[in-house]
């Protein structure tokens, strides 16, 4: 799977709250058919951080991981951000 670089020139995530994140990145996961285990193996990122985003436990996910979990999921990164501000 290629990564897409949706994440280039970023945003400002610090108005959006944790738990919608986790929750729409749950949503995208299961949404791929993705484990928790499997997008841990994709992404290098440690299954404990995938799962303390998704939980909420992990207030403050730094841009580099979210954005590593997006590009992975596919998604683009503005479509990310719209899903965010509709719940």
Not at 7 to 20: A, F, I, Q
Not at 61 to 67: D, E, H, I, Q, W
Request: aromatic letters at 6%; glycine letters at 10%.
């Amino acid at each position: 799977m290629a990564i897409i670089g949706i994440c280039k020139g970023g945003r400002d995530m610090n108005s959006t709250k944790d738990w919608e994140i986790g929750a729409v990145m749950k949503s995208l996961r299961l949404e791929k058919g993705f484990t928790v285990t499997k997008l841990a193996k994709l992404t290098g990122h440690p299954i404990t951080t995938i799962h303390g985003i998704e939980s909420g436990r992990n207030n403050n996910p730094s841009f580099r991981t979210v954005c590593g979990l997006v590009d992975v999921l596919e998604v683009d990164f503005s479509l990310f951000m719209d899903m965010l501000r509709k719940i």
